[in-house]
């Protein structure tokens, strides 16, 4: 199995801030990977796919980045809307693994 | 645009079975381009794929609860099902089923079903 593993566990940003979320696979594929938004008592919603594809539909703040074992979710300028938790997916072979997540909160 | 729908008890008792069936509209189960997935969530915690199937019934089980799951088609019923045997307290999650293509990740959800395992 692949382990994704993200960094940090828990962000405290500021509204307009610049932040980056890390994710490190155990093992090195290629592009087939993807980063999720969810809300409390909500479904995750897509944000990224094939590590650098931006989701129809999400804001062009978001992007990804990254190939191998070292990926980056980064949300150029924090909108109250972004307080969240975002987790990584690899799809590059089953079983499908998220990381354990990241909790964006409010400083 | 798709849509999927989640249905099933909300509480199943200790070392019986677990079953929830998903119901899509706004498109064919039968698409060739998706896969169809559950995905679940213990309270406060994060996110574990179960497994996926194919509309011809090919399934991928994770293997952590391989012995233990099922999920199947029913394309005449636009509807996928879920299977999940002997459960225990540590089955006690939130549901969701989820489509994906065949190169792209879940973009649709279902809204997810609190699924408790008590007596």
């Known amino acids: 199995d692949i382990q994704m593993t993200q960094s940090p566990s828990t962000l405290s940003a500021s509204v307009g801030d610049r932040v980056t979320i890390t994710c490190r696979a155990s093992?090195?594929?290629?592009?087939?990977l993807a980063w999720y938004q969810q809300k409390p008592g909500k479904a995750p919603k897509l944000l990224i796919y094939k590590a650098s594809n931006l989701e129809s539909g999400v804001p062009s703040r978001f992007s990804g980045s990254g190939s191998g074992t070292e990926f980056t979710l980064t949300i150029s300028s924090l909108q109250p809307d972004d307080f969240a938790t975002y987790y990584c997916?690899?799809?590059?072979?089953?079983?499908?693994?998220f990381g354990q997540g990241t909790k964006l909160e409010i400083k | 645009q798709l849509q999927l729908q989640e249905s099933g008890p909300g509480l199943v008792k200790p070392s019986e079975t677990l079953s929830l069936t998903c119901t899509v509209s706004g498109g064919s189960i039968s698409n060739s381009n998706y896969y169809w997935g559950w995905i679940r969530q213990p309270p406060g915690k994060g996110l574990e794929w179960i497994g996926n199937?194919?509309?011809?019934?090919?399934?991928y089980y994770n293997p952590s609860l391989k012995s233990r799951v099922t999920i199947s088609v029913d394309t005449s019923k636009n509807q996928f099902s879920l299977k999940l045997s002997s459960v225990t307290a540590a089955d006690t999650a939130v549901y969701y089923c989820?489509?994906?293509?065949?190169?792209?990740?879940?973009?649709?959800w279902g809204q997810g079903t609190l699924v408790t395992v008590s007596s």
């Open positions: 093992q090195s594929f290629s592009s087939w």
């Open positions: 997916q690899q799809y590059n072979s089953f079983p499908y693994t």
């Open positions: 199937i194919y509309y011809s019934g090919s399934a």
């Open positions: 989820a489509s994906m293509t065949t190169v792209n990740p879940f973009g649709y």
